[in-house]
């Protein structure tokens, strides 16, 4: 068995992982880490959970010599901490934090002030998703996961972008996204009565992970992109995220040529479906159909009268959004099957 | 025009008042006060005002000498405070908190433990809902006003133990209350994500609102009622309150029966309405079926077979729960027609 | 009093319309019509009524000599039907479906294949906002709303299609929608189960509505507009809409000047609701905000990095965008001030 | 593998029981049934699917000769016929339905008119929970599931009635359920705008599923239960049932009385979760924290002033209520490990 570590248990992604790692076959959690929560039982956290389950230990007292890989479920300045002083003493560090999203300096400066990280650090980081850079995960001492939405958008994006390269400009972006985006933060706006009846712009005309994606996309293939622009929305769903992305297009697409771009670039990845299979009624991508899963559901669509294209990515925040893709990272950082421990169906409807 | 402050603008009983005032012909708005929102503009906290309105200053900044009527929709401990230092000095202070709800002094203690009140201010204070105590309120110098969970209980027994004057023995409630019974209140599980999907029972064997109501009914009519016991469960709606209150009885009453003592009971109270007219297929109370309005539904069913009658009460926690109570409170006080400014129609659905 | 009759009434729209007489102190419900629901009573349908009311009648049954004005809150092809009845047999009826919303004969064939309408009809129809073509309902015989979407839509670009004169290309339209604008038509989709945790992209790649606004916008200005693209979602909220506009613009407008034209545009308008006052914390539009109301929330923000004019627009799809639109219009109609019967603020939250 | 059938896939049972079998290491699908879905793939109907799977065909061409087991997932007379024509020609017949539920004749047939059965198909039914009748079912033709309010009251009892066996009299049960419950059955009360905000009485005074619990308490142990009276209310959740259980006692017991008959009760029994561990903070029953897991949370009260006991079990309507109840018992049947493809935690929070 491979050892895990969790630290962060106390939130929304450090909670999912609980859950995922109890289904794995080949990860054990054997130490779970929270500050708020450090001296509860797991299961006083996590009602999921069949029984009480270990105490919580503060993060920073997570035994490096005897876990194989920690997970980072922390906020972007604890992550930055945490994986300084257990990179190179764990055989892995997964972070899902933003601490090691952006490369460039001053654009981490500028969406997350007083993160700071060491240099080298940044440059031994593999960042991206699976589908996207799995292969140099392999051997990865420090790991970064994009966010929910870069996830989504990254996915939706990368066959028109890095596929069939085609010149990219004014890519517009629209997120809608369930409260479980937010986690658990104590804040007015987050309680039940005022986000319930709620469709909130809550980051109309900007977004640290417009800069993630750009900068990923960019790094990439240069020129993959020229400007990115992102606006996202609070919606009163839990665990969904649903990603529009509307490009304009100098050279008209069919659909069927779409269609094929995507299943090819897509082709041996098992958490990506394509949707709106042209010979059934499977529906479009809509993040109740992924709830509980890894799957991003993608769609594109060649919206001719529009002259743009309509990219549709769904995804569960909190599986394949956080806690799931980095389950399905450390599959591939330990050179497990990629699917290891995350076969479950979505529960519909959830 | 009678002029009004409200306390305790920032939280849900408050900003309802807000609203409530500024549809009311004779009542007006003077004073907004709130600590934690002192020094923003009204229309800053609440969303629906179409001006910025007025700034809020802190509830002891209130000119007593300039209000007519002070409403208090403060925690009871601040209620205590403020209703020690108003009455008197302002003509009617009428407060929503739990701090003058029970008289007792020991139960008063269990179930407000440091809520001190002046003794003179128990002995003068008028509580209860206006349908039941609201010739009382007429000259009343301080009002309080029951909880809303209260408020629905009594409603619906009313006509049982003080019309009928069936004795009550082993009284069952069971309420279910949307989020906005819990105000804003920072707390993890008041947070969308853990509310959004939950029924959970709270107080599954005790509250504070059960000791309030018996004691309200005892003293209205010794012996109405021997043990009346309650459980409340939070379900993921916002405004909506039901109560199911089940009654086992000796002697069986027939469903007209029932239908007439509670028509007589309410006659001239127009904002009980008892629904499922005989003739008509109006529906049962729903709490849907009140949001936004004064009403409190109210209907008595007998349940000839299981030996009980099933009485349902549903009302808008923040209306007829709250504010929409209080301002009926304030008709009552001054002279006004009970429906003044309170004629808004439900908002279905909601 | 003028005398109106409801065509409709077993539909939300319809539903809203009685909420909405019931609170005019001019307009009078005098003819409740309906097919699926004739033979009951009023209140056994709108549980918000106090009263069982009046019986419900077969729409053809409209008494036109007795009738002032009729709403028509009917599926288009029987609004077709019955705007031919009625028309110039009452003095106005105003028509809330999508009949008489597009003029151009094969594009409303297009959009509403076998709705066919009598080409006076459409010649003589006053269509649009009351905001912006209310001068010309004074003496309407019949006046045709747009669509909730519409409403939005059309609220949010006028100012800079029709007041700024902008040249608008490659107009990007995301409107997220609550479940009542799919009315209370039966189909399995449409039950809670599926449609509580979804956000689902109805209509990703075309939608009449943005035909409706394409159309209205170049009659008004020609060229007002080369391509508008529309996007719609269901989210599971019930009464709310928030549309996004997203322009993109050659010559960049700093903040002030688009607040400016904004404010200009809409003077005089009490329905339309400029937020994000910037010397306050006036939150952005959210269809939470203007729940129950007639209000139209509406944002323009300079998105300068992004090189776009981010426009928002949130309404309730029952009030504004439909019900409340269609008493506004009626009061344009008969010369009544424009808020008459309207002015209940939003219910918030809900 | 175990070659199974699901007849009834186009409701959410159903639906459950194909997302349960994928996940089953022994069962396999092999034959999908469902009328109005015929001719449909699996994976148009249940978006969870990954792939486009069988073609859906009519119920009645189930090939008996090629099952080992059938699943009825189809209305009460639906499944009376199909059980009639399979049993003894498939080697296992599970219904989920409510034909068989119910043995004595006049009470079955007053809560399910019109449903036929075949005498000796009853004669030879067991019906129960796993937990309470399992070990009859390792040689049953046929097998009986209760319905999920069913499920849940008679898990609670049962400790109290048939293991401490306390005389019950005047047992009240007040179930929440969310709108699983309902199926997909199309009617306009199930529509979203509808449900999302409602707290429904819609059985208030009697309900089949307590004459259900009834007859099974009373012939496992003549006598369990004198009267037991229930009220059902629906709220706006998807999956999630709660069932309030009050029980007054003539003998007072003391909580530790009760926890130990309840632990002693369920040892041995995986799916039957008990809450509130006296040494740790493990919260009370609610349905969010079993949501898409085969468990039923019990915990039972103590309420020594109020004179009763307070039992509450929560389960997910779709599994352990229906779908996963009925998987547990094929492993019974087929003498594999009870948690065979059940032991996914739940997706917490849903």
């Known amino acids: 068995m491979i050892r895990a570590g969790v630290i962060g248990v106390s939130g929304l992604a450090g909670g999912e992982l609980v859950r995922l790692l109890a289904h794995h076959p080949e990860l054990e ?16 956290l996590h009602p999921g959970l069949r029984e009480p389950g270990p105490t919580i230990q503060p993060g920073t007292e997570a035994p490096a010599d005897r876990l194989d890989v920690v997970f980072l479920a922390t906020p972007a300045a604890v992550s930055a901490d945490l994986a300084a002083q257990l990179t190179d003493r764990v055989p892995a560090v997964i972070d899902l934090s933003g601490a090691f999203r952006i490369r460039t300096p001053h654009i981490h400066e500028r969406w997350y002030p007083g993160v ?12 991206g998703a699976p589908e996207l850079v799995g292969d140099r995960m392999a051997d990865a001492a420090l790991i970064s996961l994009p966010g929910c939405q870069a996830t989504a958008i990254t996915l939706g994006l990368a066959p028109l972008a890095l596929g069939l390269c085609l010149p990219l400009h004014r890519v517009l972006v629209d997120v809608k996204t369930g409260s479980s985006g937010s986690g ?46 992102m606006s996202a929305y609070g919606v009163p769903t839990v665990r969904g995220l649903l990603a529009s992305i509307y490009v304009f297009t100098n050279r008209p697409l069919a659909q069927h040529e779409l269609r094929r771009a995507y299943l090819r670039y897509y082709k041996g990845h098992p958490f990506v479906r ?23 559901d993608v769609t594109a669509l060649a919206d001719e009268e529009g002259g743009r294209i309509v990219v549709l990515a769904a995804l569960d925040n909190l599986v394949k959004g956080a806690a ?27």
């Open 29 to 44: 959690l054997t130490f779970a880490g929270g500050s708020a929560s450090a001296g509860l039982r797991l299961g006083e």
């Open 116 to 127: 700071a990280r060491a240099a080298d650090l940044v440059d031994r980081c593999v960042y």
């Open 184 to 229: 658990l933060h104590l804040r007015t706006a987050g309680l039940h009565p005022l986000r319930s009846g709620a469709i909130t712009p809550y980051a109309p005309t900007g977004h640290r992970h417009a800069a993630e994606v750009t900068e990923f996309l960019r790094r990439a293939r240069p020129g993959a992109v020229d400007s990115l622009s």
């Open 274 to 296: 394509l949707r709106q299979h042209t010979e059934t009624r499977i529906p479009l991508p809509d993040p109740q159909a992924v709830s509980g899963s890894n799957y991003c």
């Open 324 to 350: 799931g893709q980095a389950v399905q990272a450390a599959n591939r950082r330990f050179g497990l099957a990629e699917e290891t421990g995350l076969t479950m169906l979505p529960v519909v409807p959830a």
